[in-house]
């Protein structure tokens, strides 16, 4: 199985700032990579997918990047709406996993 | 506009059964692979269990493989899982997800339906 590594686990930021997450699997899986926002009490919601595309509708602060073993989700100027957990998952074998998650959080 | 109502949850003894229906509109069901994904309380995301369109080929985690089943019914739009020998650990909010795309080997997922939560207890 391919065990996906998220860091860190949790990020305490304010508005405005700069918020880097990332994501390492256990092997490569090339592009095969989505990030998640979930938010108390709801379903996760896709922001990016295949490492670097943006999901229709979610704003462009929010960035991927990455191939291979290393991932990265940026979001570029942390606004009120952004506090919320993160995930990554490996979309390129069965089991598909996910990372543990981080969660973003008040300073 | 695409709607995953999940449904089937509840309180349910250490190797009990239960069934979840997740009931599927506003695209072509038959044409997309589905998945089931659980979150324990306060825990993170845990895949379960992937059919691929129209039923064909089934994919489970280790940690239910051999007690829960995944099944469609393309006629009525609606994906189960059949989960049997429960245990406490299966615990959980249910979600069902629809891939982004009918593309084979589209393994991401928007929309999630809302969550149905089993809880397993005596």
């Known amino acids: 199985d391919i065990q996906m590594t998220q860091s860190p686990s949790s990020v305490s930021a304010s508005e405005g700032d700069r918020v880097t997450i990332t994501c390492r699997a256990s092997?490569?899986?090339?592009?095969?990579l989505a990030w998640y926002q979930q938010k108390p009490g709801e379903a996760p919601k896709l922001l990016i997918y295949a490492a670097s595309s943006l999901q229709s509708g979610v704003p462009s602060r929010f960035s991927g990047t990455g191939s291979g073993t290393d991932f990265t989700l940026t979001i570029s100027s942390l606004q009120p709406e952004d506090f919320a957990t993160y995930y990554c998952q490996q979309a390129n074998s069965f089991p598909l996993t996910f990372g543990g998650g981080t969660k973003v959080q008040v300073k | 506009e695409v709607q995953l109502v999940e449904s089937g949850g509840g309180l349910v003894q250490p190797g009990g059964s239960l069934r979840l229906s997740c009931a599927a509109s506003g695209f072509t069901f038959k044409s997309y692979a589905m998945s089931w994904v659980r979150q324990a309380p306060g825990k993170g995301l845990e895949w379960v269990s992937a059919i691929g369109a129209g039923g064909a080929g089934t994919h489970y985690a280790d940690s239910v493989k051999g007690r829960f089943t995944i099944s469609s019914d393309s006629s009525t739009n609606t994906l189960f899982l059949q989960m049997n020998s429960l245990r406490a650990e299966d615990t959980a909010v249910y979600y069902c997800?629809?891939?982004?795309?009918?593309?084979?080997?589209?393994?991401?997922?928007?929309?999630w339906g809302q969550g149905t939560l089993v809880t397993v207890s005596s």
């Open positions: 092997q490569g899986i090339s592009n095969s």
């Open positions: 997800a629809k891939p982004l795309a009918a593309v084979a080997g589209t393994r991401w997922f928007d929309p």
